[in-house]
């Protein structure tokens, strides 16, 4: 069964270190979206991504993000200026159409310090 | 944001017993709605999901209600295997956003 996978598992890096996080959505997907989750909290959006441009974004996501889908397969997302509240689980998904089921990816667990 | 809300953050049942886990949202746009579930250290994996135009769907032992004027949905598991233990998140989004809200999950544990 398809699945999305996201590298690395776990980032830990510097405040005000640049991040970058990759997922690789399922390959007939079209949408592909962020979500993230500090400890404790519920899972939040982040943006979502169609046609190689942002559709939607939430207030969290701000100019210290940024999205790409580099090539075929990967979509990435960038925090140029990491902040200490900025470590949380980030999850990628993707669906096929907006209005279809996300499917989630295990996550990736940044740290910063 | 409280616009997703479960109210139990836990939930303990014996196996074979019916498991009933509950949502309430607040936004009467939301028009489909998801259950996923969650293992420490995994994503949300989907369950099922239910549109505004239904008020059942089933899909094996699990079975998704909505009340719509209630604005509350819950999720049923019969009967209920020490393996469906885990974060239970609920999620709704209206026509035309891409975004799911989010409830803060309920842990389900099954006592075998």
Known sequence: ?113 | DQQVKQNSPSLSVQEGRISILNCDYTNSMFDYFLWYKKYPAEGPTFLISISSIKDKNEDGRFTVFLNKSAKHLSLHIVPSQPGDSAVYFCAASETGANNLFFGTGTRLTVIP
């Not at chain 1, 509240?85 to 990816?105: H, I, K, L, N």
């Open chain 1, 1 to 113: 069964e398809p699945e999305v996978t996201q590298t690395p598992s776990h980032q830990v890096t510097q405040m005000g270190q640049e991040v970058i996080l990759r997922c690789v959505p399922i390959s007939n997907h079209l949408y592909f979206y962020w979500y993230r989750q500090i400890l404790g909290q519920k899972v939040e959006f982040l943006v979502s991504f169609y046609n190689n441009e942002i559709s939607e974004k939430s207030e969290i996501f701000d100019d210290q993000f940024s999205v790409e889908r580099p090539d075929g397969s990967n979509f990435t997302l960038k925090i140029r200026s990491t902040k200490l509240e900025d470590s949380a689980m980030y999850f990628c998904a993707s669906s096929r159409q907006g209005t279809d089921t996300q499917y989630f990816g295990p996550g990736t667990r940044l740290t910063v310090l």
